[in-house]
């Protein structure tokens, strides 16, 4: 049986030999087969195919049927890929929490910890990065919003709240970018968090924990915001964030943002 080049290599990334592999789909073919059939029909040599399929048996991939000839019956492929993706996600989920731990601490020890980003989706790369990493503070000035990074902002948003995370934002009501108006409060106003509108400057400042920040510019024709000029300043300087932490703290207290007519709370 032919099958398509990338269901062969997709079964390669899942840790099968060549022999393996024609097995397998042989096995596919006819579910139920002994060796001699299997061999037959993948064209893996005699001499390979008893080897060969004991250690798809030890894989997972196929079930041996004692008897005389066996038979080896084919484990049914969505079963093997449902397994293979949780099995991998928990390594890549491992390997993220580890390295992650890593990096989070060796950033600091870095003399100066000051980075220009470039781009608007490097930018709301570093933004959702920063954002998953609150662990008890997040303050966010939203001055301005890209077009698709709504959507995954606000899943990340969602879920550091639901973990308890003190989250403050002050929001535009809208902007105008690349030519296109974001009704920024529709699409973000829904969060339950503690939220003010007002129509704050054109920048993107994301805060957490009072450790860590990126500031976020593009330029400006008019009203019109252009994204690919973006660059964002991020930082670890721990006397410059708590500086900027305590400025926002001042804003988020002061008039006109405590005046009724300019405040706009979300339960």
Known sequence: MTVNKNTIK??????????????YIANISLISATATEISLES???????????????????????????????????????????????????????????IYENQIPKVPAPIWLVN????NVNKELEIISR???SLFILGG??????IPELKERLNKVIKRGVTTKIVLAPSCTIDDDKIDIVKEIGE??????IFQVPHIKIVIRDEKEMVITFCKRIENN????????????????VETISGVYN??????????PTALKKHD
Not at 13 to 23: F, H, I, M, R, V
Not at 250 to 259: D, H, L, M
């Open 10 to 23: 997709a079964l390669k990334n899942l840790g099968l030999s060549d022999y393996e592999t024609k097995a």
């Open 43 to 101: 064209n893996v040599p005699r001499s390979k195919i008893y080897e060969v399929l004991k250690s798809l048996a030890k894989k997972g991939f196929v079930e041996i049927e004692k008897g005389k000839p066996l038979k080896f019956n084919v484990v049914p492929p969505h079963e093997i890929f449902e397994k293979s993706r949780r099995e991998i996600k928990e390594r890549l989920d491992g390997a993220e929490t580890e390295l992650n731990f």
């Open 119 to 122: 781009g608007p989706e490097k």
């Open 134 to 136: 609150a662990k008890n």
């Open 144 to 149: 301005f919003m890209f077009q698709n990074e």
């Open 191 to 196: 969060l339950d968090c503690e939220m003010k």
């Open 225 to 240: 915001l252009i994204s690919q000029t973006a660059i964002g300043i991020w930082n670890q300087h721990n006397e410059f």
């Open 250 to 259: 001042f804003i988020w207290t002061a008039e006109p943002f405590s005046n």
